[in-house]
């Protein structure tokens, strides 16, 4: 079993930053995929950024603007945010699948493992 604990959101201006962490612990070692999730109100949750062992898959509406990271021996999954705009505004998710050199599927079905999630809230 592995357990995601989500930190680092807040209300940030149109153009500011923020940077997610997510800490994973329980039973890491065959975690192969870890990403971020993003759900707005009245919205479908949608993958912002995914990254396994071999690739990282950023959505398009982010590229340029939010950047991953990963650190395999701390279990921990960052996502530094920058030029933040409204249209961010969401629930942030942090999500984790086996299979230690298992690579990264665009579906949130596809994830057994979540955070409770994180708010960020982008004023104009």
């Known amino acids: 079993q592995v357990q995601l604990v989500e930190s680092g959101g807040g209300s940030v201006q149109d153009g500011g930053s923020l940077r997610l962490s997510c800490a994973a612990s329980?039973?890491?070692?065959?975690?192969?995929?870890m990403g971020w999730f993003r759900q707005a109100p009245g919205k479908e949750r949608e993958g912002v950024v995914l990254i396994d062992r071999y690739e990282t898959k950023t959505t398009d509406s982010v590229k340029g603007r939010f950047t991953v990271s990963r650190d395999y021996a701390k279990n921990i999954l960052n996502l530094q945010m920058n030029s933040l705009q409204p249209e961010d505004t969401a629930m942030y998710y942090c999500a984790a699948a086996d299979g230690r050199y298992g690579r990264c599927v665009y579906s949130a079905s596809s994830f057994p493992y979540w955070g409770q999630g994180t708010q960020v809230t982008v004023s104009s």
């Open positions: 329980g039973y890491t070692y065959n975690i192969g995929c």
